[in-house]
């Protein structure tokens, strides 16, 4: 975890990207400890609450996912916010990154929609029903 954020603005330097969008990848390890280079850093462009909301949001979908036998295809907002409330549940999912949706002008639960539609759309890549 702490390199990949990190070895991502080489590997996206030499596949072409610019640096704004190699700036607006690093930033989903804004803030964390175990990236010296990106702890200081903050979070203030809509791409960026976006990516790291996502990016922990489909952790929890997936999480849910399995608790439900691998069934995404019937998941509904309601069950997935109230895992999301339950603390114990993902335990380690960090709620507060998927809360920085909120910065963009989305609400968690179309969100919640937006996250449950698109994994359902990618369901049998990632091995769920």
Same mark, same amino acid.
Do not use: W
């Given at each position: 975890?702490?390199?990949?954020? !990190?070895?991502?603005?080489?590997v996206?330097?030499?596949?072409?990207?610019?640096?704004e /969008? +190699?700036?607006? !990848?690093?930033?989903?390890?804004?803030?964390?400890?175990?990236?010296?280079?990106?702890?200081?850093?903050?979070?203030?462009?809509? +791409?960026?609450?976006?990516?790291?909301a996502?990016?922990?949001?489909?952790?929890? +979908?997936?999480?849910?996912?399995?608790?439900?036998?691998?069934? !995404?295809?019937?998941?509904?907002?309601?069950?997935?916010?109230?895992?999301?409330?339950?603390?114990? /549940?993902?335990?380690?999912?960090?709620?507060?990154?998927?809360?920085?949706?909120?910065?963009t002008?989305?609400?968690?639960?179309?969100?919640?929609?937006?996250?449950?539609?698109? !994994?359902?759309?990618?369901?049998?890549?990632?091995?769920?029903?």
């Open positions: 975890m702490e390199m990949h954020c !990190v070895e991502a603005e080489e996206l330097r030499q596949k072409g990207f610019d640096d /969008f +190699i700036r607006t !990848v690093q930033s989903h390890g804004y803030g964390l400890d175990i990236i010296p280079s990106l702890k200081d850093k903050e979070r203030t462009e809509r +791409i960026e609450y976006s990516l790291v996502a990016e922990t949001l489909t952790g929890l +979908i997936y999480a849910y996912a399995l608790m439900r036998g691998g069934k !995404v295809s019937d998941m509904k907002v309601k069950g997935l916010r109230k895992k999301f409330k339950s603390l114990a /549940f993902a335990a380690a999912c960090n709620r507060e990154l998927i809360r920085e949706i909120e910065m002008g989305l609400d968690l639960g179309e969100f919640f929609e937006i996250g449950i539609e698109a !994994v359902k759309g990618i369901r049998d890549k990632v091995g769920l029903e």
